[in-house]
């Protein structure tokens, strides 16, 4: 089937659905965004980006930065990372602070919260924050190929202000030694990291590399090696989602990473990125017509790491 028209097929089908899941509001400035927007971008290898609906409106990709952080800080420390982050899935909730006491200050992966703002700490080290958050989005900039990618102040602005779980969690984890910078340099990098904003077209475009070994196919830029690609599409597949990261590999079979702004990454090695937005959620904070509309755009393409 024609690329393009399945995904104004898929869009059209759910679009007219009337549940759409509940727009994340515990960080006000997220609150604001209209629970109607529905946005979906399939970038292919041969530079491809077909979309449908609001595919070019900028939303706050929230936790789909944890990726390229991951990607960054592996760069940066390589293997030394997992001595202060764990690489399995958590099953509880995204800023679940419970398993931190049982694992000793160690974050489950690198997804969960906990787990990213370890990952923050490890790119501000040696750094002022201003510099570790241009370097984050720098490396977000070109692996999109778009220099346009910014960041939303008020944003990051909100969450600082309410981010009393991350802070927690950070507190906890200096408790432990595995926070080294002061806390709130490592959450102010981390709360900027997550305020960055890009449309469906612009995350389709910057996941390109995870599809392709770790090579943008486009530019022929190597972003990461191509076992660092596996086993970042791996992390996605097993903990993108938190506790829904079963069943999103259930239903859609692919690589993915959420975010509360309703944002989700998914990845189909060797073939495409995805992206899809819609800011309603599921109970487990996961896009609720985003995950259904690449379980519909996985079944109708045949695409599943899982086999054809
Ligand atoms: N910035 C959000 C938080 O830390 C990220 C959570 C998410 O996108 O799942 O609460």
């Known amino acids: 089937m024609d690329l393009q028209a399945l995904v104004c097929e898929v869009h059209a089908e759910l679009d007219?659905?009337?549940?759409?899941?509940?727009?994340?509001?515990?960080?006000?400035?997220?609150?604001?965004v209209p629970g109607a927007k529905f946005g979906i971008a399939i970038a292919t290898m041969?530079?491809?980006?077909?979309?449908?609906?609001?595919?070019?409106?900028?939303?706050?990709?929230?936790?789909?930065?944890?990726?390229?952080?991951?990607?960054?800080?592996?760069?940066?420390?390589?293997?030394?990372l997992w001595k202060r982050v764990g690489r399995e899935p958590s099953g509880s909730a995204f800023n679940s602070i419970i398993q931190l006491e049982h694992e000793k200050g160690i974050p489950r992966n690198p997804f969960i919260n906990a787990g990213a703002i370890v990952v923050a700490d490890v790119i501000l080290a040696g750094h002022r924050?201003?510099?570790?958050?241009?370097?984050?989005?720098?490396?977000?900039r070109v692996a999109a190929n778009d220099e346009t990618?910014?960041?939303d102040p008020a944003v990051a602005r909100s969450e600082q202000e309410h981010g009393f779980r991350n802070a927690a969690l950070a507190n906890y984890m200096k408790a432990f030694g595995n926070i080294h910078n002061p806390v709130e340099l490592?959450?102010?990098?981390?709360?900027?990291?997550?305020?960055?904003?890009?449309?469906?077209?612009?995350?389709?475009?910057?996941?390109?590399?995870?599809?392709?070994?770790?090579?943008d196919p486009r530019t022929g830029i190597s972003v990461v090696s191509k076992e660092r690609a596996r086993r970042i599409n791996a992390l996605m597949?097993?903990?993108?989602?938190?506790?829904?990261?079963?069943?999103?590999?259930?239903?859609?079979?692919?690589p993915g990473k959420s975010g509360v702004g309703g944002g989700i990454l998914a990845v189909v090695p060797g073939k495409a990125s995805i992206a899809v937005w819609s800011p309603g959620l599921n109970a487990q904070g996961n896009s609720q017509l985003g995950?259904?509309?690449?379980?519909?755009?996985?079944?109708?393409?045949?695409?599943?790491?899982?086999?054809?």
Request: aromatic content about 10%; proline content about 2%; some cysteine.
């Open 186 to 215: 490592t959450l102010g990098v981390y709360f900027h990291q997550c305020a960055i904003e890009m449309s469906c077209v612009q995350l389709a475009q910057a996941g390109l590399f995870l599809a392709n070994s770790g090579r």
């Open 149 to 151: 990618v910014s960041i």
């Open 237 to 254: 597949l097993t903990c993108g989602h938190y506790d829904g990261s079963g069943d999103f590999a259930f239903k859609v079979g692919l």
């Open 129 to 140: 924050p201003r510099e570790a958050i241009g370097e984050i989005l720098r490396f977000v």
């Open 16 to 32: 007219a659905a009337s549940e759409r899941g509940r727009v994340a509001d515990y960080i006000p400035e997220l609150g604001k």
């Open 291 to 308: 995950t259904r509309a690449l379980e519909l755009i996985a079944q109708r393409m045949g695409w599943s790491v899982f086999g054809a």
């Open 46 to 80: 041969d530079g491809r980006c077909v979309t449908a609906g609001d595919a070019d409106d900028a939303f706050s990709i929230q936790s789909v930065s944890k990726v390229f952080a991951l990607a960054l800080a592996l760069g940066k420390i390589g293997d030394g």
